[in-house]
DNA sequence: TTGTAGGCGTTATCAA
DNA sequence: TTGATAACGCCTACAA
């Protein structure tokens, strides 16, 4: 940076004044200017290869053009395509995406709070990795616009784009009982964080519909990691399993379907195995993973066009908390039909 | 980022001139203030919630804590491990890191080599999207500094950390003709990369060590990506078929897998197909893939670590052009000892 | 149609 | 031990 090419300097070598430099740079040479003028102007910057300081362009605007993404783990494939999302909408419009990967973990959280407040961001994004964090609420009362996204957080009064996780974990448990499952484990992710219960109940209300019920046993809370799906699958094999397991998210499915093989069980022969989300993985894992799409590309985009609506607003305008619920849509997997069989068979 | 709170507005409060607050900010405090100022001033700071305007602070200090990474394709696991490497080191240098995904489009990339310049970045971590890019050596004429990471360009002069792609494709080689195989295809990916040609040349020189040779038609070039290795593989399917397939990276090896199951045939008990890059999917994969880990999240670490030492450097300090070559590994799948016998069947 | 000058929020030099 | 003040590079009234 030391030694960069200023305004200055391209002034100098075309001969005019700084302002005259600063007005073509911004357009604003259109109206009143020589056409003459602004060629020498244009001709400097090429060969001093000039471009402007935004640091100093954002100090005097007073805006910069970037927006954060406050997200839980960018590892997770749904996480890193809602980000796909926002980027695609705030490159065509010409906005900056800070990323910031809290990775779980709160402390990350709030120092990237604090990172993006001295970025003094546009506006943010906001994935909770947790059921509440009081040092969010720093940026309403910054005045930096906030949109939540995927998850709810009830206390904290932002605009939101969710899925319809409820409806989510209802129809995938409804076409598993229709397939002929009646025993059927769930593997929950953080019960602090909406998507985990809501799709927990979805699964309940499917399951008292029928006058089912579930043993405890076959119940199990884990991270959303592969990792935690592999553990809680595990546990499982412990008592008695059921017939079928739902995981919360694909991740913890993949890693329940690794547990299960790894200890001679195999999918969808023995036991049957579904998730949440929809991630590329899903359609890669052999068999198919029956699932429930979360669009989180188009959350992503979503979210971002939420935000500029925000950002654009009037701030006199009083508007009111806007809350987007997408739709969600069953994936089946091959397994299903193989297993119909095998389970009625097991069931007679 | 209207009505925000300036250090101004700290020192009024705190009773003090904005230089002692300056002074608190920067923790210059240590050796000459009176405790009980300083305990003001800090009170001050809390109560107005201020937090310094960093737009303000970089323009003074003529530097930005900021790094760029210029990557080709953050969706593919390989670069997304990479950058996690990059961040982890960042953030404990108290570096801030701007992604910038070119999506493989040199178009895209050049928007993004603009947009680091005027971000004045103080690094740039380097991975191209294609064998050449005169636009990046903008950065050195800038005196930004810049390390390449993964993939070497000759012509560009700059330090660099990769990885030894001619031994890994040489060692893969080795292993699947140890187990049997005699004739082998390749997926290559694109040859205007130095990783895609040492791969292939790696291989070459195993097959040639041998007296043996490949079938033009057994050779493919493809485009690192999932979909590619499909395509490439189904070409394939139209004559002979190889006894294996060599992808020159994991996500065309599982693209290959799929097409070929699609086809009707079977891994590995029909075709071997191996990889490189050993990302997290394929040991997902079933049967697990046999790859060549190549370090990403290391290569990642050393890369940012090579920046940091070049940004810090003494400019005047002539130093010559460092290259890091790191270490790969042979991770064998199941697959193989499946394979081995299998194929000496079909080989008497 | 173009130029002059003040100020955005901070840091750092010099004086007090 | 603290305070006044001049930059940093750019934008924009206001003047000319």
Redesign the interface.
Known sequence: ????VTIKDVAERAGVSISTVSRVLNGKSKDHMRPETEERVLQAIKEL?Y??????R??KR???GVIGVLAPD??NPFF?QLL?GV?NVAYRHDY?V??C?AENSLEKENRYI??L????V?GVIYISSASQNEEVE?FL???VHLVMADRRLENIEAPMVVANDLKAGYILTEHLLELGYREIGFIQGPMDLSTARDRFQGFLQAIGKRGLEVRKEHIKEADYTFEGGYRAAQEMLNGKLPQAIIAANDLMA?GAI?AL?DNGFSVPQDIGIAGFDNIP?AA???PRLTTVAIPAYKMGQEAMEMLLKNINANAGENRQREVKVLEVELIKGISADVQSSKVHQSMV
Do not use: F, H
């Open positions: 940076m030391r030694g960069q290869d471009s402007p300081n935004r640091y100093a954002v100090l007073q805006r910069t960018i590892s890193s796909r980027e900056l800070l990323t990967d604090e990172i407040i001295e970025e003094r546009d720093r009362r910054k005045g993949i690794r093989e993985l890669l894992a052999k």
